[in-house]
């Protein structure tokens, strides 16, 4: 089985997040927003050493909030949340790397999307080196449209294509199972491919895979942004988008097993929280009106479906 170099990770990950950045710099115009980059490195005195990037843009044109941060670690010993299917790696030391973004438009016709790919490798005393991968996209929208379900559900199952046809339908039930709200009992939003803990393909489609997966994400996203952007909306839509990124942030701080990761293993507390939106709130026991469309997101768009063939 062919070992996948961390060097050509590290390369691909840095490459994919500059195409990011640039990519949505030029959505923005060029009187819009700009990212900051914010590099940064954790020395031998403290739990995790290693160095990254964070890029964060805020109150821009198109992007209320974006991050795009990619990280390489290493450890002494995996945290908790990496080893639920891995017992025997429990304390062993690893190495992660990555790139984590999310971004929430200003519109509240644009979805929020979040996309991640990720590489771990660990290495238990006396063992040979394991490695996984883990990732994928999912799309929330405030406004639910049937087309852009489609077109970015249609994006997804065709990046992994190549690597197996069952790979989308499991990813995609994967997804639907993973961003889901227990304390709610609501998904977080259309969902997308999910994957974790993955190396049944072994080092090097593994990481080819993973590069399919980033290399779709621009052209899942970006044409849904620019076919919402323009809509007309007031405070009526700015509202409900606010209530429904306080669910994004309730699902990001209490289920999701990368903000666990990265806290538990001493990462950077910026660089993790770069998911949070500027604006979210809260509203006790809110019911909109049947038929509108506030109340028809949950009962037509947050439903696990198929949504290629909708």
């Known amino acids: ?51 990254g990037v964070t890029r964060i ?44 973004l999310v971004f ?37 929208p405030v406004y639910g449209f049937d087309e852009d379900a489609r ?3 249609g994006a997804c199952r065709n990046a992994l294509a190549p690597f197996g046809a069952d790979l989308y339908p499991r990813f995609k039930t994967w ?12 998904q977080r939003g259309i969902g997308g491919i999910f994957f974790d803990d993955f190396a049944e393909l072994g080092q090097e489609q593994g990481f080819a895979m993973l590069q399919s997966v980033g290399d779709a994400f621009l052209g899942a996203y970006l044409p849904i942004v620019e076919k919402r952007q323009a809509m007309p909306y007031g405070e009526r839509q700015v509202d409900f988008q606010r209530y429904r990124r306080g669910r994004y942030v309730e699902f990001n701080l209490v289920w999701d097993r990368g903000t666990h990761f990265g806290l538990q293993s001493g990462g950077r507390t910026e660089s993790i929280l770069l998911s949070m939106p500027l604006h979210a709130d809260w509203s006790y026991q809110r019911q909109d009106p049947p ?17 290629i063939n909708a």
């Open 57 to 100: 843009l805020e109150r821009g044109r198109v992007w209320e909030r974006a991050g795009c941060g990619f990280s390489h670690v290493r450890g002494a010993q995996l945290p908790p949340s990496a080893t639920q299917h891995r017992p025997e790696l429990a304390g062993a030391p690893f190495e992660a790397m990555g790139v984590s």
């Open 151 to 153: 077109h970015f559900h």
């Open 1 to 51: 089985m062919a070992a996948v170099e961390s060097a050509s990770v590290r390369a691909y990950l840095l490459g994919l997040q500059e195409r990011i950045i640039t990519a949505l710099e030029q959505a923005e115009g060029p009187q819009g927003a700009r990212f900051v980059r914010d590099a940064w490195a954790k020395g031998p005195e403290e739990r995790l050493q290693g160095d």
């Open 104 to 140: 929430h438009p200003v519109n509240p016709y644009v979805p929020t999307v979040h996309m991640n790919v990720r590489m771990i490798r660990a290495q238990a005393a006396g063992q040979e080196a394991v490695c996984w991968f883990g990732g994928g996209m999912d799309l929330t």
């Open 291 to 307: 038929g509108s469309p506030e109340a028809e997101l949950l009962t037509k768009y947050l439903v696990r479906r198929d949504w």
């Open 175 to 186: 997804c639907d199972e993973y961003f889901y709200l227990k304390h709610r009992q609501e």
